[in-house]
Every structure is written in C-alpha cells, then in structure tokens.
C-alpha cells in the first residue's frame, strides 16, 4: 500500500520494441486453452487497493468472459513501463506518477482505464494533540520526506493556505515501513500517508492520531490514486477485450462494495501473509467499501474537471514538462 512516488521521467529504452503477447481469439468458455492471457501488474503486494481484483479472480469472472488473468508484482520502475511495453496489458499507477510518464518529448503509451477509487484519501497523519491537525501546524515538527518536488509543493502549498510557513517544517528522510511504530516511538512527528491502509492501521493498534487530507484542504489534490492503466497498442488492437476485463473487473469492485468482509477473506485466501494482519484487514476493506465508487455514477469513472485540475496544477507549479491537463484517461472501456 506504501505509494512510491516516482517522479524522474521513464525510460523504455529498447523495450517499445518488443510485441504484444500472442492471444488466443477471444471466446467465452472455461476452458484454459481457450482463453485469452492477460497480464495484471500490482503496484506493490497484494492490500485492499486490489480486493476488487481478487474478487473477480475467485468468482471465475474473468473466466466467463474468456480471460486467463496472470496477477504479477511491479518491477523497480513500476507498471507503467511493463504495460507500455506489452509484457502486460493492465496494470495499477497514480495519476501523480503518471505525470511523468506522459510528459515530455517522449511519453509513454498508456492510458488510465479505471479509477479504483473515487477521492485521494491521502493526508498527514500525527500524534494526537500535538498541533499538527492542521496544514500550518507542521511547523517546528519532524516530517518524513521522500524529498521529492511533488511531495514538497503539495505541503507547502496547503501549509501556505493555512498561513503555515514551510521552510519551518523539519524534514527528516523517511525510512518509515510501520507508521504506528514511527509515531509512537517518536522519530518522527508526521508522515504523508493513504488513510485507507496507514491510517486504519494506527485506529486498529489503539494510536490517537491527528489527520488532515490534502483534498479537503484544496480540492485541486483531489486526483486519483490509485488507477488501473492500459497500453495504448493494446486498447487500439484489442478493445473489446479491454471491454470484457473492465467488466469483470467492475463486478468484483462493486462485490468488495457491498460484501467487505467477505471479499476481505478472499483477498486474504489470496494472499496468506495479509492473514497475519486480519483485524487491519477487515477495518480497510470496511473503510474503502464506500470509497470505490462513492459520488460517481458508476465504478471506475472519471471525472474529466477534476483529472485536468491537477495536471494544470503541475503544469502551474513547474513541476510537469508539456503535460496537456486532459491526456492520460478515458472512461470509454468502462461498462454501462
């Protein structure tokens, strides 16, 4: 669940070169032989972000619709360079970390398919008490920073509106992997983190905490995160495979919605580790059961105003080379 930004411009080197995999027609059977090889890469291990997936995993869905769905972990660089090379059609990304990839002279050829969910539940988590429940109350304390241009803008533009003052802040490397231990040990004062996973961890191990979210301080941090993308070639050649995987798809989101617990055990079946944190489990899937589709009218979509707000942020900030605010998404793969 641990969001990496990744803000260096991607390289593909020789790897646009290489082909999509060879698919079978598209038929809708059971029958392994028979069905069409898709390739999923994650962001990171298995967590709640991808119950959804799981979900249809187990319930034969992508099956029915003639798919052999292969799940494989992200390499170094991420997902975006192995699905706009072809080794895998979809993959899990941010529309942050997508910046980078679609800017430039050379931006890479995918295309964000799906949101998994509705709103950023990202913010700065703290000990209770201490003052940092607001944006500007980060001054004097300890923050763990990636130092990264994104990640810095973002605090000190929503420190600014508050009347905080950045340069005050303290900013300490992040080694964080455990937030709960990080907090309660006091190494650091504050951490940027995903409420959905982070955040309920800290309600689970009893830890009184402080939370502001970015999107409530400006709604121009609303943007999504995380994404399923796609390559281009891909969605050009094969769109009604495209089609069917995003129907499946939608189904186990909209399964995980209406059934947390019980998709949780299927996410948790899948992947046994997560088991050794089940009460987290639980309380995240419960969280995020109303957070994938929300306000929308249905799973997955986009809302155009709001995925070029934030590119036109970057673009105003310096911090994206030519990125066009209305590149990088589409709702036409999404079903009815």
């Known amino acids: 669940m641990k969001h990496r930004f990744r803000w260096a411009a991607a390289l593909l080197a020789g790897a646009l070169a290489l082909s999509l995999c060879a698919c079978v027609p598209f038929v809708s059977t059971n029958d392994k032989q028979d069905l069409e090889k898709v390739t999923f890469v994650l962001d ?61 002279d050379t931006p890479l050829p995918v295309t964000a398919v799906a949101a998994v969910i509705q709103h950023n539940t990202s913010g700065i988590i703290s000990r209770a008490g201490e003052g940092m429940d607001t944006p500007a109350g980060l001054a004097g304390h300890k923050y763990a920073t990636w130092d990264l241009p994104v990640e810095k803008a973002t605090i000190a533009h929503v420190m600014a509106a508050d009347g905080g003052d950045f340069d005050a802040v303290e900013l300490i490397p992040s080694t964080v992997t455990d937030e709960v231990s990080a907090l309660e040990s006091k190494s650091v004062d504050a951490i940027w983190i995903f409420y959905a996973w982070a955040g309920i961890a800290c309600q689970t191990a009893g830890l009184e905490t402080d939370y502001f979210a970015f999107a409530d301080i400006d709604p121009v941090f609303d943007f999504y995160t995380p994404v399923i993308i796609a390559g281009n070639d891909f969605l050009a050649e094969k769109p009604e495979t495209a089609r069917a995987f995003l129907q499946a798809l939608a189904r186990g989101y909209e399964f995980a919605a209406e059934n947390p617990a019980e998709a949780a055990d299927i996410l948790m079946d899948a992947a046994p580790e997560l088991r050794a944190n089940e009460a987290l489990v639980y309380a995240s899937q419960q969280y995020l059961a109303d957070q994938y589709t929300a306000d929308a009218p249905r799973w997955g979509e986009f809302d155009p105003d709001r995925w070029a707000a934030f590119f036109q942020w970057l673009n105003d900030n310096e911090l994206a080379e030519g990125l066009a605010p209305n590149t990088g998404f589409t709702n036409d793969f999404l079903p009815d």
């Open 44 to 104: 990171w291990t298995p967590n709640t972000n991808h119950t959804g997936l799981y979900v249809a995993l187990s319930k034969g869905w992508f099956e029915q619709a003639g798919l052999d769905v292969e799940v494989v972990q992200p390499p170094a660089d991420g997902a975006e360079v192995l699905v706009a090379s072809g080794k895998a059609q979809f993959g899990v990304s941010f529309q942050d970390s997508l910046a980078p990839a679609l800017s430039g």
